[in-house]
């Protein structure tokens, strides 16, 4: 079974990790309520660094043209017990390649599933870890099951060629 699907890392020192997640969580509107939510990480700041990484690791195996419209964001996913806003979803309408670095997994994180056609392939991803995608590729995050907050961080390419030819599928 081919799975469309690159794993990868940007390896971050834990001190620069740390520096990343009190970012995100200073800038994390609610936090105390714990809720599951999407925070944009404002230009200029390490969202470059993650992106120029994700842009490097995708030029490893095609060469896309982005459209015009390709916005360079990255979206940090924040999630804690208790807050199962999961569902199966893919990213056809805003994206031709997806992104998703972990920045801050824990001990009882599930993981994320992929399905395609028919078959499920479940992902633990750990620290670090960098998985690209065609943005068509249902996934499904598990909720959390851990006190502790979770934190991925996504991006987007739009490009000119479509998903299946940059992933070379037949
Ligand atoms: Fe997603």
Redesign the pocket.
């Known amino acids: 079974m081919f799975w469309p699907i690159y794993k990868s890392k940007i390896v971050l020192s834990k001190e620069q990790r740390d520096i990343y997640i009190h970012f995100v969580l200073a800038s994390y509107p609610s936090l105390k309520d714990y809720k599951s939510q999407n925070f944009k990480i404002p230009p200029h700041t390490f969202g470059d660094f993650l992106y120029e990484n994700f842009e490097k690791e995708v030029a490893s195996f095609c060469t896309p043209t982005y459209r015009q419209n390709n916005v360079k964001d990255c979206w940090a996913y924040v999630t804690s017990f208790g807050k199962p806003i999961s569902y199966w ?1 893919h ?1 056809l309408r805003s994206s031709t390649i ?1 992104g998703v670095y972990y920045l801050k997994v824990n001990e009882k994180d599930k993981g994320i599933q992929f399905r395609y056609k028919d078959n499920i392939l479940h992902i633990q991803p750990a620290v670090n870890d960098l998985l690209i995608f065609p943005s068509w590729l249902e ?1 499904y995050p598990f909720p959390s099951e851990d006190e502790n907050i979770r934190i991925s961080i ?1 991006m987007e390419m739009l490009c000119e060629q479509s998903a299946n030819e940059l992933f070379a599928i037949k």
Request: hydrophobic share 0%; no cysteine.
């Open positions: 979803h990213h997806n996934h996504n």
